[in-house]
């Protein structure tokens, strides 16, 4: 049986999917475990994005979102 995102993707049409994370980080050290991860990400896999964003949020919450182009 397929996911419900297996489904969606699956629906033979040009799309973009956006994916959000928000990370509790509780300390700065946390937030720069996912900046690292966030740049990794942005080196290695450019092609595959057409936009990421890293947003601290305050009390050590961080908030990615990735829109892939499929």
Not at 23 to 41: A, G, M, P, R, W
């Amino acid at each position: 049986m397929k996911s419900l995102v297996e489904e969606l993707n699956s629906i033979p049409a040009r799309k973009q999917v956006v994916t959000s994370v928000e990370y509790d980080c509780k300390t700065e050290d946390k937030e720069n475990e996912v900046f690292d991860t966030v740049n990794s990400l942005v080196v290695n896999h450019l092609d595959e994005m057409a936009k990421i964003t890293f947003d601290i949020m305050p009390g050590h919450k961080v908030k990615v979102e990735v829109i892939q182009n499929k």
